[in-house]
């Protein structure tokens, strides 16, 4: 079983940039899909994007495509949510998850058994 912890989170402007990391312990990400998903206050949980496990393939929310992108750390078991050109509109709660139905591509959350805590994202305007 996977355990997942996000970090990077915070206060920034529009128009800036966010990292936002996720690290694995207990297995290898290489062994699960892990997706980003975002919860605004009041809001359902959606879906940012997601890399396979075979890190090849990467999807994203029509949202945030152009502005995000996920990469890998395979050797340090970490997954990346490079955020720029941020909008009032991503802010959210962001978590991570995972699936070991790695090759297979989903965006509903449910399909995601194993979640991170989330991390916060504030973007004022």
């Known amino acids: 079983q996977v355990q997942l912890v996000e970090s990077g989170g915070g206060l920034v402007q529009a128009g800036d940039s966010l990292r936002l990391s996720c690290v694995a312990s207990g297995r290898t990400v290489s062994s699960y899909r892990i997706g980003w998903f975002r919860q605004a206050p009041g809001k359902e949980r959606v879906f940012v994007g997601t890399i396979s496990g075979n890190g090849i393939t990467i999807n994203l929310a029509d949202s945030v495509k152009g502005r995000f992108t996920i990469s890998r750390d395979s050797a340090n078991n970490m997954v990346y949510l490079q955020m720029n050109s941020l909008k009032p509109e991503d802010t959210a709660v962001y978590h991570c998850?995972?699936?070991?139905?790695?090759?297979?591509?989903?965006?509903?959350?449910?399909?995601?058994?194993?979640w991170g805590q989330g991390t916060q994202v504030t973007v004022s305007s």
């Open positions: 998850a995972a699936s070991p139905r790695w090759a297979m591509f989903s965006y509903l959350p449910n399909d995601y058994p194993y």
